[in-house]
């Protein structure tokens, strides 16, 4: 669903405020859940640069993500694109986002997405999922938001060991969250 539990966005928040990141790429953000969260967070000066790639175009104007004639809403930059598709460059940010989004894709386009996104130059990835069975088919007409692969809290600790880095976790009831940094 283009909405996210409230799980884990403390642990989030935590992070975006350790990390300060001055450029955030937000892949499927659906309603902008952590644009919300974390933009009234953000430290004084120059303002962060909010990227967002979103795979169903109705969600554009349905959570305001994006006005193209006043160039407001909740990113800076929209792209409208599968984001296995987009272009690397779209990745070379301080910090990319996946809030509820690699449960929405085979595991193995979920590994070789995040691979990506690490061989691109991302700084930081905050990766959030179901880690319990969350069978979930199309919502309000998107073939995308149903649920494809059902993951463990072990395996995503695996693929982000593989990548290098970092990485801590914070695992609830119902969601893992995982913030992956190059930095060591």
Not at 33 to 59: M, N, Q, S
Not at 146 to 166: F, K, N, P, S, Y
């Amino acid at each position: 669903m283009p909405t996210s539990d409230a799980e884990g966005k403390d642990w989030s928040l935590e992070r975006f405020l350790r990390h300060l990141p001055r450029t955030v790429c937000d892949v499927g953000p659906g309603e902008g859940t952590y644009a919300k969260l974390f933009r009234p967070h953000e430290p004084d000066g120059p303002g962060v640069w909010w990227t967002a790639i979103e795979i169903h175009k109705p969600y554009v104007a349905k959570y305001k993500l994006r006005n193209t004639k006043t160039r407001t809403g909740m990113y800076d930059e929209l792209h409208v694109e599968d984001a296995r598709e987009s272009e690397e460059h779209l990745f070379l940010r301080d910090l990319v986002i996946l809030g509820d989004v690699l449960e929405h894709m085979s595991r193995e386009d979920a590994v070789a997405l995040l691979e990506r996104i690490e061989r691109a130059g991302a700084w930081n990835i905050l990766v959030s999922l179901p880690i319990v069975e969350s069978v979930q088919g199309e919502v309000d007409g998107n073939s995308h938001e149903a649920h494809v692969h059902q993951w463990e809290a072990g395996d995503m600790d695996q693929v982000l060991a593989a990548l290098g880095g970092r990485f801590e976790s914070m695992l609830g009831h119902t969601l893992g969250c995982w913030w992956w940094s190059r930095r060591t």
